[in-house]
């Protein structure tokens, strides 16, 4: 028959699940956290930087074409003594909305790349996340259930008498041995005594079994 179990402190499983707890709520909240930081990346590109963009080039380029009208009408003005008009700053302006025009455009292409990078990297985000994700929702609630309920099995096992039983156990087969060792000098008594110590041994083995697998019991029963 197996020692009796070494347990000298059931609290250090209440100890380890209250850590385990708090572990999963910070991973959650991080989780959680990571996950809010991408969607609004996300809706801020998405909703936010393309509409804007999208918006803009259309209204730069009517801004454009109306510089260049100006630019040409004032080519075409004639001063009365024949001479043409300065069109610097008509140019100047060309210049400055063209400029205008191409930035807001390499901006859109720009959006674009970045929401179909950012998209890319989402997935494999999610992918890599999974994992961990199936720990917090399934693996670390099934790990902290099991922690208890075999805190609650081994305060079970150490109510029962199993120290001093099995101290009991050790000393009935003691006293058996001691007897058979002397079996030739034992009288009728003797025999009825030996008799009486082992059918105690036997029932004593048998309750200390079944206090035992009540514990086993309750731990296989926590974790289903």
Known sequence: ????????????????????????????????????????????????????????????????????????????????????????????????????????????????????????????????MSPVSSMVDRDLPDAILRLRNMALALEAYLATPSVSLGEQLERARTRVASMRRAGEHRSAEDEMQADREKAELEADEKALAAARDAAVRGLKGGGA
Do not use: Y
């Not at 956290?33 to 259309?58: C, G, I, N, Q």
């Not at 009408?73 to 009365?80: D, F, L, S, V």
């Not at 060309?94 to 191409?102: A, G, L």
């Open 1 to 128: 028959m197996a020692g009796d179990a070494n347990i000298t402190d059931v609290g250090a499983l209440d100890e380890f699940r209250r850590a385990l707890i708090r572990f999963r709520e910070e991973l959650n909240a991080a989780l959680a956290e990571a996950d809010s930081e991408v969607k609004s990346t996300f809706v801020w590109l998405e909703r936010d930087r393309m509409l804007h963009w999208r918006r803009a080039v259309p209204k730069l380029d009517e801004e454009l074409t109306s510089a260049k009208s100006a630019l040409f009408r004032k080519e075409a003005q004639t001063m009365g003594s024949g001479q043409r008009p300065s069109t610097i700053d008509e140019k100047k302006e060309v210049e400055r909305v063209k400029r205008r025009c191409e930035d807001a455009r390499e901006r859109l292409e720009r959006t674009r790349r970045w929401l179909a990078t950012l998209e890319r990297d989402v997935s494999l985000f999610k992918s890599a």
